[in-house]
């Protein structure tokens, strides 16, 4: 069972979808199309609340009003919710690409899901391959992420995953348009882009909805277990009283490609060690 005690507000523990299931081809994290029913089963065992649903591409069953009941019917079964939803698709094609349609087809679909499912919060990826990268394209992602806040914000904790800048990011969260406009950290990817967690807990800390956990080593290293030495993850939970309105800690750990079960239990085993301490 996670640990879930004195760490200020009552959240939710989460993981990502896929983590318990073997890869879709080649890609590290994809909607797990062949398991994803079986992942509750595990996650319920686990003591999970939640799941993040990943959504991978526009064909995601989520979107299928039938597949959607069967969603229901065994989330429900296994006591277990989805809690936020995570646009992957944005990966690879991002906010800048996005035509009016898409972004129309897009707030129809979240409006429905948020009625059925009720998950409490939505994340849209700028970073890596969908970070923009001059002026033009970073005045069309954030009028294409204006246009999705505007509609899709109320009754939901609507929230960015980012590698921008720190300055960068300030400069967005204090735009007027997205006044209450969220962020999901990644405590790996901090650590692997030599940035400091203590920059994001003083600048943030009102603004962070959500934590993904997961390890990477400096350098952008490898993604490996949660080590029982983990900084970041030290310096959140000395700090956890500063996040106000975090919504959930979303498991999103280092998978191997066989013995992915046996992996999220070593990580959750030393989660709780830090978090004890």
């Not at 129809?108 to 948020?114: E, G, N, S």
């Not at 609507?158 to 348009?177: A, G, M, Q, S, Y």
């Not at 406009?181 to 603004?207: E, P, T, V």
């Amino acid at each position: 069972m996670i640990y879930k005690n004195d760490l200020g507000n009552r959240i939710i523990y989460s993981y990502v979808l896929g983590r318990f299931s073997k890869k879709t081809a080649s890609y590290f994290q994809y909607f797990p199309i062949a398991n994803w029913q079986n992942e509750f089963k595990v996650a319920k065992k686990f003591g999970f609340d939640g799941v993040e649903w990943i959504v991978s591409d526009l064909s995601n069953p989520i979107f299928n009003d039938i597949f959607r009941k069967i969603i229901n019917k065994n989330l429900k079964k296994n006591k277990v919710k989805v809690c936020s939803i995570f646009l992957d698709f944005i990966m690879r094609k991002p906010l800048y690409k996005l035509n009016k349609k898409d972004l129309i087809w897009i707030v129809a679909q979240i409006k429905k899901l948020k009625k059925d499912l009720k998950f409490k919060r939505l994340t849209i990826p700028i970073e890596e391959t969908c970070r923009y990268k001059n002026q033009i394209q970073r005045k069309k992602t954030l009028n294409a992420l204006n246009f999705l806040f505007v509609n899709l914000k109320s009754n939901l904790k609507f929230c960015i995953e980012t590698d921008l800048n720190i300055n960068e990011i300030e400069k967005v969260l204090n735009d007027k348009r997205f006044k209450d406009l969220g962020l999901l950290i990644d405590l790996g990817n901090i650590r692997a882009s030599n940035r400091r967690i203590q920059d994001y807990l003083d600048k943030f800390s009102d603004r962070i909805f959500s934590i993904h956990i997961k390890f990477r080593d400096k350098n952008w290293g490898k993604s490996t277990h949660i080590p029982k030495d983990f900084f970041e993850l030290g310096h959140v939970k000395h700090n956890f009283h500063r996040l106000k309105k975090i919504n959930d800690i979303t498991f999103q750990t280092f998978r191997s490609d066989n013995k992915f079960l046996n992996d999220m239990k070593r990580s959750i085993k030393n989660f709780n060690e830090i978090i004890k301490k």
